[in-house]
């Protein structure tokens, strides 16, 4: 199933498919080791449309709601 | 001997600089804290060298202008070695970048700092193949605790003299036949000499888009730019994926593989500080604890700022009934000695009981970690006044002092967001302030007061943000931020860091105290106070505050506190109260709190914003105060 990452629920284990938006953005993630094809794992989601946490590649990330947004992964369970 | 460190941000390239060089950069559990490269001669194991800490980078392709900072060092500057600081525990991610220091085909050594935490994670090195790998050597350590630094410079000293330059990975053959053909053209063209990299190097960043390179060859080369894309084209279509992605892919695989070569699994150390995030980060929860670490925080400086406070001042001031019986109280001579003690009061009773715990609090919150986790926190809040969550660094860092809380502004990657925060840290009380807070609200008023002024002072920061927002309309580009993992602080970093901050107050802002006071005191002996008072007497008057308060009010734009200490000396009492109402010592706090900051802020303002902008701010400011202090007088 893929859903863009804002809407997966924390817990969830996904698989980044694509990274919407400019090359500004897609910089930036894939510094931090976000690309396409990565597992990681939704920790947490701030309430009133605040960030995202995922863990990937042992280390936290938080992401904005509107850079979430972005990221499209497939859940895998 | 030049060395330089260079390394991903928080992985702990300014603790090395200051196990060597003696606390210098201010080391912090938050990525991208070194904002500007600090440079230091260093006589270490009996050899003189000169060791330059630069800016965090993730990648050497530019976007933050810490980050372009780092790039141009490296590109310009002569270096003899490279060290590059890898954070074990992220030691795939690190690898991206140090095959990119490898493509500038430098003298390298490998320093994998924070190997206790890599193997608390369970990620086990093999040291020996990672040095065969990459060609160059590579040193473990654990910078915070100083093991391992010694081997690290020894072996950098070694490489300083015999020079070793390591391997240059290539990527897929496809994508290195594209890379050959540019490098072919940028051969002829000299480009590359003009930036002073390898032909390699230019070729993969023009592939990948780099906008200052792309932005300095267009400016001469348009045509070549138009080849450029050409072959950026032929790469999307061999892997209908963008040629940004195709190349930060290709590394990313290459450093997996070296990193699965390398790394043996174990299994992990449970820790408590692995599941602290699931009440620091929980959405409920989170907020909860962020109020009771407030809280905390609030209380402790109080306490102990209360508790020294009345009896150094008691101290400080049995002298003054001396002096006057000493010295005719008419006389020049007792102007400037009674100008001195209250300067040196003001320093040691009133700022210093204050600041010091104050900064003990900031920087243990600073190396807990706990700063990102506010930003995540406060993040949905502050896009509602058109920042992101990393703003929120920068704001806080601004309790401490507006200086490097503006410089620190530059961790936000649009100019936008930047030039508002920069505003906002302006008007967020720095410690300085916050000793008139503490000395003048809390002392007279009570520290449910001074509670409120802090409360007011967020919201009228808030405010402010929602109105700049709203006349520069952008939509900020969201906030990605690492999360780093939690760290015990050490006592002896704690201490260093509030001496380093302290230094500052002890060799800039005390002597001008102590001078501020002998000047007023010598403008009252000739009675030319009385004008300048005058000149300010409208903003007094429109306030309803004493006319004797105007002169402080010009010496706190040299320095925020010295309008409190100068409070003191211009309305001649000992206990403000005795003169100045609880609305008055409001009013003035609320105006001091916001008005035009301090000449050290300005010139920062100046650097990072520009003269216009700053310009802006300084008149932004002033009517704020204005306005809120006339409210106060009404309201309080």
């Not at chain 1, 897609?26 to 605040?50: E, N």
């Not at chain 2, 299994?267 to 980060?281: G, S």
């Not at chain 2, 807990?368 to 992101?388: N, V, W």
């Not at chain 2, 010598?522 to 008072?533: A, C, D, G, P, V």
């Amino acid at each position: 199933m893929v859903a863009n990452l804002a809407d997966v629920t924390p817990g969830s284990k996904v698989r980044v498919v694509e990274i919407r938006g400019g090359l500004g953005i897609r910089q930036r993630l894939s510094c931090l080791g976000i690309h396409p094809g990565d597992l990681m794992i939704v920790q947490a989601s701030g309430i009133m449309r605040g960030p995202v946490l995922v863990s990937i590649h042992d280390n936290k990330v938080a992401l904005g709601r509107g850079v979430a947004s972005k990221i499209l992964v497939e859940v895998i369970n | 001997m030049r060395i330089a460190l260079v390394g991903q941000p928080n992985c702990g390239k300014s603790t090395i600089f200051n196990y060597v060089a003696g606390y210098k950069a201010i080391t912090s559990n938050f990525p991208g804290k070194t904002v500007t490269y600090s440079l230091s001669k260093v006589n270490f194991q009996g050899i003189t060298s000169e060791i330059v800490d630069l800016p965090g980078t993730y990648s050497l392709t530019s976007f933050d202008l810490a980050e372009l900072e780092t790039r141009r060092y490296l590109l310009r500057e002569k270096i003899d070695v490279v060290i590059n600081v890898i954070d074990a525990s992220l030691l795939s991610r690190g690898l991206e970048l140090t095959l990119q220091i490898l493509e500038l085909n430098l003298p390298t050594v490998i320093c994998l700092n924070m190997i206790d935490e890599a193997e608390a994670k369970g990620i086990i090195i093999d040291v020996d193949r990672l040095s065969q790998l990459l060609k160059v050597p590579v040193v473990t350590a654990v910078a915070h605790k100083g093991r391992g630094i010694n081997q690290l410079f020894e072996t950098a000293f070694q490489m300083g003299q015999n020079p070793i330059r390591g391997k240059i990975f290539t990527f897929s053959k496809d994508v290195e036949l594209v890379i050959e053909e540019l490098r072919k053209h940028l051969e002829e063209k000299k480009y590359a000499q003009k930036f002073q990299v390898t032909e390699r190097f230019l070729a993969t960043k023009l592939l990948e888009n780099d906008q200052h390179f792309i932005d300095e060859i267009k400016k001469i080369d348009t045509k070549f730019i138009k080849k450029v894309k050409d072959y950026q084209q032929q790469l999307e279509e061999y892997r209908a994926r963008t040629s940004d992605v195709v190349i930060s892919s290709e590394r990313h695989h290459l450093a997996m593989d070296i990193y699965e070569s390398v790394v043996t699994l174990a299994k992990p150390r449970v820790e408590i500080r692995n599941y602290l995030d699931n009440i620091f980060m929980h959405p409920v929860l989170g907020y909860i604890s962020l109020a009771i670490v407030l809280y905390l925080f609030f209380h402790f400086v109080f306490y102990i700022g209360e508790l020294v406070e009345e009896p150094l001042l008691a101290f400080f001031y049995q002298f003054l009934p001396y002096l006057e019986e000493k010295l005719n109280n008419n006389s020049l001579i007792f102007y400037i000695a009674s100008g001195m003690v209250q300067g040196l009061a003001g320093g040691i009773a009133i700022v210093l009981p204050y600041l010091v715990p104050f900064l003990l609090g900031l920087a243990f919150l600073e190396d807990t970690g706990y700063l990102p986790r506010i930003a995540f926190l406060m993040d949905t809040f502050l896009h509602r006044i058109g920042l992101h969550g990393k703003a929120i660094i920068p704001l806080i860092l601004g309790y401490g002092c507006t200086v490097p809380a503006v410089m620190a502004t530059r961790i936000l990657e649009s100019e936008r967001d930047r030039f508002i925060s920069s505003i906002l840290t302006t008007m967020i009380p720095c410690a300085a302030r916050i000793t008139i807070i503490f000395g003048l609200v809390a002392f007279y008023l009570g520290p449910e007061a001074a509670l409120l002024v802090y409360v007011l002072n967020i919201i009228v920061v808030a405010f402010s943000g929602k109105i700049l927002s709203r006349l520069l309309p952008e939509v900020t580009p969201g906030m990605i931020m690492e999360i780093p993992a939690y760290h015990i602080p050490s006592l002896k970093v704690l201490l260093a860091k509030v001496w380093l901050r302290m230094k500052e107050f002890i060799m800039v802002a005390w002597p001008l105290l102590i001078a501020g006071s002998i000047f007023l005191s010598l403008l009252k002996y000739w009675h030319l106070e009385t004008f300048i008072n005058k000149l300010i007497s409208p903003i007094t008057l429109l306030l309803g505050l004493p006319i004797a308060v105007g002169v402080t009010l010009i010496f706190g734009i040299l320095r925020k506190e010295l309008s409190m200490i100068m409070l003191v000396q211009a309305l001649e009492v000992t206990d403000i109260s005795t003169v100045m109402s609880a609305t008055q010592i409001m009013t003035f706090t609320i105006f001091v709190l916001f008005y035009v900051p301090c000449v050290a802020t300005i010139a920062v303002l100046i650097k990072e914003i520009g003269a216009k902008k700053t310009v802006f701010t300084i008149l932004f400011t002033f009517f704020i105060a204005i306005c809120l202090a006339t409210a106060t007088r009404l309201v309080y």
